[in-house]
Nanobody, 120 residues
Framework: QVQLVESGGGLVQAGGSLGLSCAAS????????MGWYRQAPGSQRELVAK??????TTYGDSVKGRFTISRENRNTVYLRMNSLKPEDTAVYYC???????????????WGQGTQVTVSS
């Protein structure tokens, strides 16, 4: 089974910075894509940023120019969040998609989420 371990997040003032890290663990797995999504109360889950094995990155419109996602290794991603705004307040979820090498079975899994709160 693939597991995601998230770290980072917390409380920061507007204009500040935070970092989120997500590490995937499991046997005989290949991860094709990792990323971060977020969900604020009363809102749908939305893309923050994702990165593929080839290094292609995609960002949500609201975070472009402020957030940066990087692949530290094949199974770990880091999200640097700068110039944070109160509207960035949400639960942030790590996501990983790939396949099990034995049986070539796909997976698409989510972390438990970590709270990011930006005070004004």
């Amino acid at each position: 089974q693939v597991q995601l371990v998230e770290s980072g997040g917390g409380l920061v003032q507007a204009g500040g910075s935070l970092g989120l890290s997500c590490a995937a663990s499991g046997s005989a797995i290949t991860i094709n894509r990792m990323g971060w999504y977020r969900q604020a109360p009363g809102s749908q889950r939305e893309l923050v940023a994702k990165v593929t094995n080839s290094g292609t990155t995609t960002y949500g419109d609201s975070v472009k120019g402020r957030f940066t996602i990087s692949r530290e290794n094949r199974n770990t991603v880091y999200l640097r969040m700068n110039s944070l705004k109160p509207e960035d307040t949400a639960v942030y979820y790590c996501n990983a998609a790939g396949y099990y090498q034995i049986g070539i079975r796909d997976f698409d899994i989510w972390g438990q989420g970590t709270q990011v709160t930006v005070s004004s």
